[in-house]
């Protein structure tokens, strides 16, 4: 990776902790759920500071218990929401990881609904999960064996309309990040193995 990418590991369990002053890592109820995403919100701002810079937020959900949809909604799906408009508070980018089995049906489920895609990390293989298509999982996964694609040869690689399709709509929703110094896209995948 030729450019400098800030990882900021956010502990979801720690957070619920801290945040609901409970001894419990369950995340339940939408208040619940809305204190934790401005925990992890504030933690951006204070890690990140005036940092122009691209960051990756490596959402830690392996010490959560209970993950109810409510705030798996507020946690993952609004959280993901606030930073896809060009007035993001900050240019950082989310991968959801230790998501374990009793996660993944409300994240897929409340992704789905408000027609968002994330990377999950599951026992130490990396996914899209949420409103994805073959064609973007297709397209992810060959940038992801490519390493960094350059811009320039996108149109070559992907060449079948639906699969040019997907790959703006990776782009669209910071599911590959573009670096500057090599005029290039990565997976956030490729990028989180490594920041870890």
Do not use: K
């Amino acid at each position: 990776m030729a450019e400098h990418i800030d990882p900021v590991p956010i502990d979801v369990s720690a957070l619920v902790q801290r945040t609901v002053a409970t001894l419990y890592s369950h995340l339940v109820t939408r208040p619940t759920g809305r204190a934790v995403r401005l925990a992890i919100e504030s933690q951006l701002a204070r890690r990140l500071g005036d940092a122009n810079g691209p960051a990756l937020s490596l959402v830690d959900l392996s010490e959560v218990g209970v993950l109810d949809f409510s705030c798996a909604d507020e946690v993952v799906a609004r959280l993901l929401a606030a930073y896809l408009p060009d007035s993001r508070p900050r240019e950082a980018f989310f991968v959801f990881v230790g998501v374990g089995e009793l996660h993944r049906e409300p994240i897929q489920t409340v992704l789905v609904r408000h027609s968002l895609t994330a990377v999950a990390e599951q026992n130490g293989e990396y996914d899209l999960i949420g409103a994805t298509s073959t064609p973007l999982h297709d397209v992810w996964r060959s940038i992801e064996a490519a390493g960094t694609v350059p811009l320039n040869e996108l149109d070559s690689m992907f060449h079948v309309p639906a699969d040019r399709r997907a790959v703006d709509e990776l782009i669209r929703q910071r599911l590959v990040l573009h670096l500057q110094a090599v005029d290039g896209v990565q997976t956030l995948s490729t990028v989180a193995r490594a920041l870890r």
